[in-house]
């Protein structure tokens, strides 16, 4: 079972807001890192610390931690934002472990 | 641009061991602060991460799989490889190499999976 839990799936209509969010008793010490993976493809790094996006990711994804929950949110999601989301962060006995959460099955409508 | 590529046997037989390796490409694989990790992913399901090591040796494993496997490094060919024993079906799965970064280019607190590989299929199977 996974120390971060996330919803299995979301929805967000096009050009709309969603936030999608992962839970754990570690994000209150750790922050989060988010994870796109599309069909076939290997995941892609896409928000880390405390709330920032490697080169190359659009700015409408954002992240955010508050107290045991962390949160990426999409603002004005676009149909290739549709994808799998995986936070990950270490585990909860801080011994440089890591974790993931289950994931998050993002649907644009 | 530092690039990872797994590469092994694509089906391993019931109780043998498996074995992978991730070759690093446009840069050290001992540059840096970073370790490098192994994570995988059966069909239709999330990632879950194996274990890590860094260049002077010292590993990290997920406790659930700890007593299977094992991770090594040859920083005289730029690669880290993955050896788990005993494997049954439930060991299949795409295995992905990553690098497991603390700190960005700009020094930003980074810790997080910055690069991966393609990720290559194991299928455990008579």
């Known amino acids: 079972s996974s120390e971060l839990t996330q919803d299995p799936a979301v929805s967000v209509a096009l050009g709309q807001t969603v936030r999608i969010t992962c839970q754990g008793d570690?994000?209150?010490?750790?922050?989060a890192s988010w994870y796109q993976q599309k069909p076939g493809q290997a995941p892609v790094l896409v928000i880390y610390?405390?709330?920032n996006r490697p080169s190359g990711i659009p700015d409408r994804f954002s992240g955010s931690s508050s107290g045991n929950t962390a949160s990426l949110t999409i603002t004005g999601a676009q149909a290739e934002d549709e994808a799998d989301y995986y936070c990950?962060?270490?585990?909860?006995?801080?011994?440089?472990?890591?974790?993931f959460g289950g994931g998050t099955k993002l649907t644009v409508l | 641009q530092v690039q990872l590529q797994e590469s092994g046997p694509g089906l391993v037989k019931p109780s043998q061991t498996l074995s992978l390796t991730c070759t690093v490409s446009?840069?050290?694989?001992?540059?840096?602060?970073?370790?490098w990790s192994w994570i995988r992913q059966p069909a239709g399901k999330g990632l879950e991460w194996i274990g890590r090591?860094?260049?002077?040796?010292?590993?990290n494993y997920n406790p659930s799989l700890k007593s299977r496997v094992t991770i090594s490094v040859d920083t005289s060919k730029n690669q880290f490889s993955l050896k788990l024993s005993s494997v049954t079906a439930a060991d299949t799965a795409v295995y992905y190499c990553?690098?497991?970064?603390?700190?960005?280019?700009?020094?930003?607190?980074?810790?997080?999976?910055?690069?991966w590989g393609q990720g290559t299929m194991v299928t455990v199977s008579s």
């Open positions: 610390g405390k709330n």
């Open positions: 990950n962060s270490r585990d909860s006995s801080g011994n440089h472990l890591r974790v």
């Open positions: 446009g840069g050290s694989i001992s540059s840096g602060s970073y370790y």
């Open positions: 570690s994000l209150r010490s750790y922050y």
């Open positions: 090591i860094y260049t002077s040796g010292s590993t």
């Open positions: 990553a690098r497991d970064n603390y700190y960005d280019s700009s020094g930003v607190y980074l810790d997080a999976f910055d690069i």
